[in-house]
């Protein structure tokens, strides 16, 4: 497991009872991601709405995810343990329905981490 500093594990409860996943996320104000967001906007007037969203994606899963645990992905009809890395997460995000339910929910952990970790220090 990466030890990542202004980070926190959250556990994502998953629908349809399978196993809970657990993410390692950063706050949203971590100046990596708020400097991607910058370029992003910047060039996203050029972008299609897909486009913008794979950005967007591929943005947190560099930035705002740090590690997991207890993912997995099925892959010729096995069901195979993925570790975390920033590509993983991308495919993670977009896997369907349950892909966009994840990336919501970490997008708004890491905005709730802003205030929580802002009253810590």
Known sequence: MKN??????????????QPN??????????????????????VSRDLSAVDFFNQFAEIVSH???TDWENISFKENGEVIDVDYSPENALKLFLMGNLGLEILNWI???AFSL??????GA
């Open 4 to 17: 990542t500093s202004c980070s926190k594990w959250l556990v994502f409860e998953a629908p349809n009872s």
């Open 63 to 65: 930035h705002l995810v």
């Open 21 to 42: 996943a657990r993410f390692k996320i950063k706050p949203l104000n971590n100046p990596e991601y708020s400097l991607a967001m910058v370029n992003l906007t910047l």
């Open 114 to 119: 802003n205030s929580e970790m802002s009253e």
């Open 107 to 109: 997008v708004a952990s």
